[in-house]
């Protein structure tokens, strides 16, 4: 059983910074992509940033150079940094990984899977 968790959300005001971190677990082969995406209520997840296993990571555009994103391969982890938090970055903020897994002992099919959110909340 595969599981990601996260960490690291929280209250903060404009400007400040706040790093997510999220730890997969369970019997896992791969893990080709890890990422972040965001959902304000009312609205669409939205990608914030990926990481591919071996390409350099992907940003939205209204969190690039704001925003860095980072992957422990050893660790099957993933964080992200966040800078200069603005209000409209506050969010419920989902870890995702698209995971080959091993099901008894056999190596599945790629999946998609995602943790269950964390709070950032940007306000003075």
């Known amino acids: 059983q595969v599981q990601l968790e996260e960490s690291g959300g929280g209250l903060v005001q404009p400007g400040e910074s706040l790093t997510l971190s999220c730890a997969a677990s369970g019997t896992i082969f791969s893990i080709i992509t890890m990422g972040w995406y965001r959902q304000v209520a009312g609205k669409e997840r939205e990608l914030v940033a990926t990481?591919?296993?071996?390409?350099?990571?992907t940003y939205a555009e209204s969190v690039k150079g704001r925003f860095a994103i980072s992957r422990d391969n050893a660790k099957n982890t993933v964080s992200l940094q966040m800078n200069s938090l603005k209000p409209e970055d506050t969010a419920v903020y989902y870890c995702?990984?698209?995971?080959?897994?091993?099901?008894?002992?056999?190596?599945?099919?790629?999946?998609?899977?995602w943790g269950q959110g964390t709070q950032v909340t940007v306000s003075s």
């Open positions: 990481v591919p296993n071996d390409s350099p990571p």
């Open positions: 995702f990984a698209n995971i080959i897994p091993v099901v008894r002992g056999v190596i599945n099919n790629a999946y998609d899977y």
